[in-house]
């Protein structure tokens, strides 16, 4: 299991633009697919973005495509989130998750049940 810390959770208007960080702890990170998933009040838990062990492949919801980017940097342990023409809607706790499992990640990459390690979790608040 590994350990994960997001992080860059604002309140920012409509239009704007936020970029999340999660920071892994140990030395296999790159062993995990990743993913960000977000839960707003009311709402299920949903997978916002998902990439692979290398980076190669990546997943996005379609409410967020075109606007969102998900990356990582294997040499620094880290997963980022880059949110730009953030909506209302897009208010809601980002949450970090890896998995470990890569063969059943890539079936189903934003499937929760893929993941055995998340984070904290950090709070995106969008005003209109």
């Known amino acids: 299991q590994v350990q994960l810390a997001e992080s860059g959770g604002e309140l920012v208007q409509a239009g704007g633009s936020l970029r999340l960080s999660c920071a892994a702890s140990?030395?296999?990170?790159?062993?995990?697919?990743m993913g960000w998933f977000r839960q707003a009040p009311g709402k299920e838990r949903e997978c916002v973005a998902a990439?692979?062990?290398?980076?190669?492949?990546?997943y996005y919801t379609n409410s967020v495509k075109g606007r969102f980017t998900i990356s990582r940097d294997n040499a620094k342990n880290t997963v980022y989130l880059q949110m730009n023409s953030l909506k209302p809607e897009d208010t809601a706790v980002y949450y970090c998750?890896?998995?470990?499992?890569?063969?059943?990640?890539?079936?189903?990459?934003?499937?929760?049940?893929?993941?055995?390690?998340w984070g904290q979790g950090t709070q995106v608040t969008v005003s209109s």
């Open positions: 998750a890896a998995a470990q499992n890569w063969a059943a990640w890539n079936v189903q990459p934003g499937s929760a049940s893929r993941y055995g390690s």
């Open positions: 990439i692979s062990r290398s980076g190669s492949s990546t």
């Open positions: 140990g030395r296999t990170f790159s062993n995990y697919a």
